[in-house]
């Protein structure tokens, strides 16, 4: 078979139904916390950020759903008793215009873009591909804890994924298997497909055992991309009845003047992230001098600061946003704020601050001449 790349839409297939006990702690693997974030998380992240990965399937227990949906841009479905029975599943929910699919394992959450590629290259002239390494070490047998024999390590690799396949091809191995498998690549060989061996990568591995949370942890902190931003900005007061604070209208004897909305906060976070990719401020995106932009809600800057930042492959993984006023009084409003914010972001709560601060009197703000905002943004590319 032979495959045009332009040809091709892959869809990926991240089995995470498993339960992970030989991991230890409290939770499946999988919904464990390291680099400040849940494993299937930045699994599903290495796929969310690729460009050539129409469709993510995340499989899970339906005892994890609540876990599964922080996760934002991919598919859910619920997976069976076995990891055959929980691909089928996920190759079932890809859509009809997927013509291949990468198969995962959610605990190899430290794969790289290279190896993704591997696999996605070789598809262009096979049905079947799946990474690997050469197995270099010496491999005995063993019996009552003594050495009973040798093995030639001739030809052997360690298998590892993602496994990569034309999707009516293993769709139908999987329908036709019986019994279990202990990857896709013995479910396509049962069906008499070649599957072609790409490289793989040490730093690929699968998190099994406690010490591995260790290992992963130093490989994502080794290859992340951290940025820090941070905007300021500042709005006087003006007659009204309302000012307008991280998307949220609350009622006040002024309002703030502005080109747009005047929504300080929110455009203290906006030049936050601006600032965290190097991109200028909103003035740059968004003059002033352009009357489109007259009395436009802030949460078009905000949005479009958002996608820039996943159109560039960064996740936001915390925003802090601190406003300076006597009045209005923000501590009533600041959870509503955070909730508005992290809809808006599409962000878990817990991801976002919103506090306030006087300053004590001092200067225009203690003057009630109008409010200040201070932000900051962390964005982590994988």
Sequence with gaps: MNVSPNSKRIGAVIVAAGR?????????????????KRIAAWTAERFLA????????????????QFANEIKGIQITFGGATRDASVRAGLEALGADITHVLIHDVARCTVSDSVIDGVVTALGTADAAAPALAVSDALWH??????????????????QTPQGFALPAIRAAHRAFNGMAADDVEVARAAGLDVTITQGDESNLKITTPDDFKRAQAILERSMDIRVGNGFDVHAFEDGDHVILCGLSIPHSKALKGHSDADVGMHAITDALYGALGDGDIGQHFPPSDPQWRGAASEIFLRHAVDLAHARGFSISHIDCTLICEQPKIGPHADAMKTKLAALMQLDRTRISVKATTSERL???????????????????P
């Design 20 to 36: 992970g006990t030989r991991a230890g702690g409290a939770l499946p693997k999988q919904w464990q916390f390291i680099a400040g």
């Design 50 to 65: 690729r460009s050539d990965i129409a469709q993510i399937v995340l499989v899970i227990h339906p005892e994890d759903q």
């Design 142 to 159: 063993g019996t009552n804890g003594k050495v009973s024999g040798t093995q030639d390590r001739t030809g052997l690799f360690r298998a």
């Design 363 to 381: 200067g225009f703000t203690g003057r009630e001449e109008g409010i200040a905002a201070l932000a900051t943004a962390t964005l982590v590319k």
